[in-house]
């Protein structure tokens, strides 16, 4: 077995569906709640777990175009921030604030080095088709990240080619800003190669918790990056269907959290949110939650379940609230016929480590 299989007691079971009177799925994952201090206050599994965060890095990501003054040098909105922060739907909305945020950073969307995918927006996609239209980089998912990306190159006079590449300067800029947010050493990254091209980071559920808890409760970092993530997170709050779209969890659920957290999910079954100081009786400080499902997540909503749940047990959301979100909680399952045939629901209790 190499350095790299996954150790036993990493992942915890959270998540079951049944059929009838049995279990038939399991699924496993690991949880970090960790506030702006740097106290590990819950988990399920082992916070120590080492994953990629995938796009739940973006916020992060953008800091620093934000602290160095990048907002009021191209006019930026707050509304193109949140896509900067964003795994959008391709709505047409989303694919002009891409352009918007290309026009006034000197860039093209030729420019963009994310590729192509159709809408996840079913609707789009089809008037798309119905209008013989071909699916460009502004639908992809990243656009406004890699927009984002390039903004920051024009900003601080680096080449936008190659704006990819891991050894590029903008790159190497990102990772040492976010390792400083995670409070890690660079070198302990490890690194990979992201859906859209873009270098992916690798680290501990408890590092990940706390960058997101410091986005939401800055107030230990210098002002400049202080302010840019409260920028950031205002971007998120204020334009919540930016950051994903109607329907979809992360923007559900910072409409529904008016103003209290902020949500970004990542591919591979990875979700952080961010709690604003005040909201959890768990501290008087910003919390973060990493989530990793083991399995991937294929099905696309048990890291939203084993969020929500979380959420819960921190005390960091009401009752009606989940109401407000019962898409995305334990509930029945239905087959075509409309039949209830089962349940998806969790099974786990966080361990909190401070009262």
């Known amino acids: 077995m190499d350095n790299n299989a996954i150790k036993p007691g990493t992942y915890a079971p959270a998540v079951v569906l049944t059929r009838g ?20 206050l819950a988990s399920l599994g082992s916070a120590e777990t080492v994953t990629y965060l995938r796009s739940t890095a973006k916020p992060l990501q953008a800091i620093t175009l934000v602290e160095n003054g990048g907002m009021g040098h191209f006019g930026f909105s707050h509304r193109e921030l949140s896509l900067m922060c964003a795994s959008h739907c391709g ?10 945020i290309q026009e006034k950073a000197g860039v093209k969307e030729t420019d963009l080095l994310c590729g192509v995918h159709p809408p996840l927006d079913k609707e789009t996609a089809e008037e798309m088709i119905l209008r013989g239209e071909k699916s460009t980089p502004n639908r992809h998912q990243c656009s406004g990240k890699h927009s984002g990306m390039m903004a920051n190159c024009k900003l601080h006079g680096f080449p936008i080619e190659k704006y990819i590449d891991l050894k590029h300067p903008l790159q190497q800029m990102v990772m040492r800003t976010n390792a400083e947010m995670w409070d890690v050493v ?5 690194v990979g190669v992201d859906g859209c091209s873009v270098p992916v980071f690798a680290i501990a559920l408890k590092n990940a918790a706390l960058g997101f808890a410091r986005l939401v409760d800055p107030e230990d970092l210098s002002p400049g990056r202080a302010s840019a993530c409260r920028q950031i997170a205002q971007a998120m709050i204020e334009y919540p269907e930016m950051v994903a779209g109607n329907g979809r969890f992360d923007t559900e659920l910072m409409r529904v959290g008016g103003g209290k957290l902020i949500a970004k999910m990542g591919a591979e079954g990875f979700q952080s949110v961010g709690v604003f100081p005040g909201v959890s009786h768990l501290s008087s400080r910003g919390i973060g939650v990493a989530v990793k499902v083991e399995d991937g997540d294929l099905r696309g909503e048990t ?12 005390d960091a959301i009401s009752s009606q609230e ?6 995305f909680t334990s509930r029945p399952i239905y087959n075509w016929r409309k039949m209830e045939i089962g349940r998806i629901k969790t099974i786990f209790a966080l361990e909190f480590w401070r009262s």
Not at 303 to 314: K, S
């Open 21 to 40: 009177d049995i279990v038939e799925s399991l699924h496993r994952a690991a949880v970090a709640v960790v506030d702006a201090g740097g106290t590990l």
């Open 91 to 100: 709505t047409d909305r989303h694919a002009s604030v891409a352009a918007s």
């Open 186 to 190: 660079p070198d302990s990254i490890r």
């Open 303 to 314: 890291a939203a379940l084993i969020a929500l749940e979380a959420l819960r047990q921190m």
């Open 322 to 327: 989940l109401d407000e979100l019962k898409p």
